[in-house]
């Protein structure tokens, strides 16, 4: 399986400063994704990061607030900008193999204050 | 888009009993149905999926099962132990080659009881 490294796994930001979010991979993987999990809730995907073009956001999402970028296929960013306290969520990086599994980097759990 | 959903939202059982968890999706053209365990501060593990060429798999104490024509797919989970306490989501995809976007259910918490 991939081994998914994430950073930061977690930071306290004040309201109207921006994050990064980092993801790397050990090996190449095709399909990257972000998605949010918010306090008790299920996991919702937020975009595909693609290599090499522009995000693909899915409806609620858009790239001014998240905007993702892809430069190669083993790192992916997500910056969460001019953050509010409804921000605060646990952001996820995942990656698709061509066997069709689905692993999840360790989460960056993020409080806006 | 994709709307999957999942039942119950909690569920409690005696260690040693079995746990059943169900979930519904709404688009027909969905082939690719995992299940996830998140404990508490951890990511979510895959611990067993199912296409929708395939009925019914196991793995140990685990088993899914899918019913395409009723669109819907379930958890059994036998033998329970008190390290099955998560919380337990499904996800369906409409998966085409290493895109495998995911659609989830809104979780069910699995308490076993000793």
């Known amino acids: ?113 | 888009g994709e709307n999957v959903e999942q039942h119950p939202s909690t569920l409690s059982v005696q260690e040693g009993d079995s746990a059943v968890i169900k979930c519904t999706y709404s688009d027909s053209a969905s082939n690719y149905f995992p299940w996830y365990k998140q404990e508490l501060g951890k990511r979510p593990q895959l611990i067993i999926d199912i296409r929708s060429n395939v009925g019914e798999k196991k793995d140990q104490r685990i088993a899914v099962t899918l019913n395409k024509t009723a669109k819907h797919f379930s958890l059994h989970i036998t033998e329970t132990q008190p390290e099955d306490s998560a919380v337990y989501f499904c996800a369906a995809s409409k998966s085409s080659y290493n895109d495998y976007k995911l659609s989830f259910g809104a979780g069910t918490t699995v308490t076993v009881r000793a």
Request: with cysteine; charged share 10%; hydrophobic share 35%.
């Open chain 1, 1 to 113: 399986s991939a081994v998914i490294s994430q950073k930061p796994s977690r930071d306290i930001c004040q309201r109207g400063t921006s994050l990064t979010i980092q993801c790397q991979v050990d090996s190449q993987v095709t399909m990257m994704f972000w998605y949010r999990q918010q306090p008790g809730q299920s996991l919702t995907l937020i975009a595909t990061a693609n290599q090499g073009s522009e995000a693909t956001y899915e409806s609620g999402f858009v790239i001014d607030k998240f905007p993702i970028s892809r430069p190669n296929l083993t790192f992916s960013t997500l910056t969460v900008s001019n953050m509010s306290p409804e921000d605060s969520s646990i952001y996820l990086c995942s990656v698709s193999s061509g066997t069709s599994f689905t692993f999840f980097g360790q989460g960056t759990r993020l409080t806006v204050v």
